[in-house]
């Protein structure tokens, strides 16, 4: 997205909170620096999901110093973990160093049958790198049925053995509610795509609602058209099967 459509998108809705993440990695945008910028000027809490491999001291440096608020990291295997520790630790001792309160340094962490047994391994590990927050989300994935969320029973032991990980450590927790209709993600906010498209969802980038450099947010929740499709999302053939 050109820097200058993103501004607009800003100007247009003045939103409260804007998280650069969705499909791809955000720091492959050369212009992601200026765009947290000028969301925090324009008094936007800001959240950034990477998967670490971009960042380096430089651009660790300018994070930092653009007042985002929150900066995630995006682990789902214990080996991940592993080959981006030190990019952790790099933020963490950066953020010592300058004695700044934010960003909030966080791990997002996507469950799923087959790595359950290794999520409170990265919890702990997390812990010993300067993460301070832990965001616990289910798989979702719309092509590959091999991945696959975990039953109620598994999911539940889980989030009790997290529970008490993240105490004993002093992180903050945050962990996926019961699936409802309408969904609570698309009822609160809205995915803008690179090419500035509305959707309602990341998991529905060709559900196109409007052009963002057009219309308002604000607008487009009032239409007919998003109303419906919030009315019925329980039948959608995308939505009716998610469980985030």
Request: aromatic content about 10%; overall charge positive.
């Amino acid at each position: 997205m050109k820097i200058e459509d993103f501004q607009r998108i800003i100007d247009i809705n003045r939103p409260l909170y804007v998280a650069f993440h969705g499909w791809g990695e955000p720091l492959l945008n050369d212009k992601i620096y200026e765009m947290i910028a000028y969301a925090s000027k324009k008094r936007a809490k800001t959240s950034l999901i990477t998967n670490g491999t971009l960042l380096n001291k430089r651009n660790a440096e300018i994070l930092l110093n653009l007042k985002l608020n929150e900066l995630a990291f995006g682990v789902y295997k214990l080996e991940r973990l592993k080959e981006i520790k030190d990019k952790i630790k790099l933020v963490s001792s950066l953020k010592q160093k300058f004695k700044l309160k934010d960003p909030k340094i966080f791990l997002d962490i996507t469950i799923y049958e087959g790595n359950e047994s290794e999520v409170p391994q990265i919890i702990e590990e997390a812990a010993q790198l300067g993460v301070e927050a832990i965001n616990i989300h289910r798989i979702f994935h719309l092509y590959n049925p091999e991945f696959k969320p975990l039953d109620t029973s598994k999911e539940k032991q889980l989030f009790q053995e997290i529970i008490t990980l993240t105490k004993n450590y002093r992180m903050k927790l945050i962990l996926p509610k019961k699936h409802s209709y309408p969904c609570r993600i698309a009822k609160n906010c809205i995915f803008v795509t690179w090419d500035a498209k509305l959707t309602p969802c990341c998991f529905m980038p060709d559900n196109y609602l409007a052009d963002a450099l057009k219309v308002s947010i604000k607008e487009v929740v009032k239409s007919r058209e998003y109303k419906e499709f919030i009315r019925n999302m329980s039948t959608h053939p995308i939505c009716s099967r998610c469980v985030i």
